[in-house]
Antibody, heavy 125, light 112 residues
Framework: QLQLQESGPGLVKPSETLSLTCTVSGGSISSSSYYWGWIRQPPGKGLEWIGSIYYSGSTYYNPSLKSRVTISVDTSKNQFSLKLSSVTAADTAVYYC?????????????????WGQGTLVTVSS | QSVLTQPPSVSGAPGQRVTISCTGSSSNIGAGYDVHWYQQLPGTAPKLLIYGNSNRPSGVPDRFSGSKSGTSASLAITGLQAEDEADYYCQSYDSSLSGPWVFGGGTKLTVL
């Protein structure tokens, strides 16, 4: 059974960089069938897609966050990571990592079929 | 402002049928891209409920069904149960500057 687990600091100071890692177990992050994504959810609000990465290293970012986001993959550790720079209180949220898959075998109609439990990151001094 | 528009809330009595709409545009649902649905129970991570417009993952009851027409999609829940009380989100691909992957704003389902 595939499992994803987010890890990283739960508290980040304003203007600093938020860094999270997602460890994948029960499956290989190097599979050509999947993408790997980050989604966040501010307290009491909806889901926002942050960005995704393919095992080859190709990345896709939410245009509204693109200037501050970097997603990378470490296939040797079966992990992928998120860095969000210059954070403010508006970046306070539960951050989820998830696997993306498409039953149409294309790079468009992808859905998130496995999710991590999420980790709350608070931006505060 | 989400690219995909959902009603903030819907409600229904146990045993009833409810539908949740997801309205998009010509750059996402109207362009033929699939719609997927997620259920988020309080305090938990979202769970995939419907993929590819109308397909249910293994383990999802057939009380849940999805459909798509034009620039909109719908999630229907029949035989409403108390355990269905949750937030529901649609998701699709968007070819405009909002994408590529976008979520609806979410709908809170209350079982009366």
């Amino acid at each position: 059974q595939l499992q994803l687990q987010e890890s990283g600091p739960g508290l980040v100071k304003p203007s600093e960089t938020l860094s999270l890692t997602c460890t994948v177990s029960g499956g290989s992050i190097s599979s050509s069938s999947y993408y790997w994504g980050w989604i966040r959810q501010p307290p009491g609000k909806g889901l926002e897609w942050i960005g995704s990465i393919y095992y080859s290293g190709s990345t896709y970012y939410n245009p509204s966050l693109k200037s501050r986001v970097t997603i990378s993959v470490d296939t040797s550790k079966n992990q992928f990571s998120l860095k969000l720079s210059s954070v403010t209180a508006a970046d306070t949220a539960v951050y989820y990592c998830a696997r993306q898959h498409s039953n149409r075998r294309d790079g468009y109609n992808l859905f998130f079929d496995y999710w991590g439990q999420g980790t709350l990151v608070t931006v505060s001094s | 402002q989400s690219v995909l528009t959902q009603p903030p809330s819907v409600s229904g009595a146990p045993g009833q049928r409810v539908t949740i709409s997801c309205t998009g545009s010509s750059s996402n649902i109207g362009a033929g891209y699939d719609v997927h649905w997620y259920q988020q129970l309080p305090g938990t991570a979202p769970k995939l409920l419907i993929y590819g417009n109308s397909n249910r993952p293994s383990g999802v009851p057939d009380r849940f069904s999805g459909s798509k027409s034009g620039t909109s999609a719908s999630l229907a829940i029949t035989g409403l149960q108390a355990e269905d009380e949750a937030d529901y989100y649609c998701q699709s691909y968007d070819s405009s500057l909002s994408g590529p992957w976008v979520f609806g704003g979410g709908t809170k389902l209350t079982v009366l």
